[in-house]
């Protein structure tokens, strides 16, 4: 998720909540019915593609927006599903998975790269429409969601009404469905086939991304950004409380030594110059945080000062897609996250310590 409500903890232990950005409300909603998968209401049918042997991108349909966020089936003897999307468009997941010919008996295991709603917010209603299903997640994300409650009730907190609307709440796993990935722990899938976990925080503590053996493809959650095919620019995700730079830019390095074949991207889909995106990503990483810190050191908005220097990269989109886009992954979020980072990575104490102008002085 790039910037959302979700109960974590931050560096003291407590309960935080990090500034969910600006709402808006959502009007389109994905429709499903027996037969298969009906159109979003801003396009045709969300039909799942191939994108690598044995690899199927799903559209998950956040708020029935196409091509916004994906989840991807890895085919095998015991396929796997990567990423849920939301429990508010749990429905066109499981829809689409009919349509595949995965019945209730045939998905092995559900991965979620993070415990964002966006990501993993339909687990339980997967979980429990493939009982025979393990659910792989990192250590520290586990017992979200085992017990959602303090997650979703931080959530409502934040977002109110519009978090049923665009959202939906997170059905609880049974623990005993739940397995902990450790770094570099396998998922087999099949002969020759599996996939392996790369613990990659720097966006969220509780980040894993998954590489699979046969296609090559890594599945990066948000580690690498957020890059929309109908916007055609990487924006990072930095959202508090969680976002630390050198986490970040590690976790993209342990990628890249990985030389995957493809990245596919939960926000969105396959991007196959492996080399040139990561390193693009930390790249942008570090000019979104030069330019928070920047404006934190001489008292201005983090949030406006990344408009003002980043709005040009969006301003051929029109203003309902820069709309879907903000809610996905704003300035505002964003902004926070880099705030966070910056007062308490002992950035700024070290500037205080120097004498160096400080905000508002």
Partial sequence: ??????????????????????????????????????????????????????????????????????????EGPAPVLVETGSQSSAGALLAALEHLGVGPGDLAGVAVTHIHLDHAGGVGDVARAFPDATVYVHEKGARHLADPSRLVASAARVYGPLLDELYGRLEPTPPERLHVLADTETVEIGPGRFLTAVDSPGHAKHHLGLHDSVSGILFAGDAVGVRLPDAGVLRPATPPPDFDLGEAVHSLRKFAARRPSGIALAHYGLLEDTEALLEEAEAT???????????????????????????????????????????LNGFHSNAEGLRRWLETSGRMAAERASGAPQPGS
């Avoid at 945080?289 to 949030?303: F, P």
């Avoid at 406006?304 to 309902?320: I, K, P, V």
């Fill in 1 to 74: 998720m790039t910037g959302r409500p979700e109960d974590h903890e931050g560096a003291n232990g407590r309960e935080s909540e990090p500034d969910p950005g600006p709402g808006h409300l959502v009007t389109g909603h994905t429709h499903v019915h027996a037969g298969g998968i009906e159109a979003a209401s801003d396009g045709g049918p969300a039909e799942p593609v191939a994108i690598g042997p044995g690899v199927i991108q799903i559209d998950t349909l956040l708020g029935g927006w196409r091509r916004m966020t994906a989840g991807y089936l890895v």
């Fill in 285 to 327: 990483l570090r000019s979104w945080a030069e330019t928070a810190e920047r404006a934190l050191r001489e008292g201005r908005d983090i949030a406006a000062a990344l408009e003002e220097r980043y709005r040009f990269d969006t301003s051929h989109l029109s203003a309902e897609f820069r709309e879907k886009l903000e809610v």
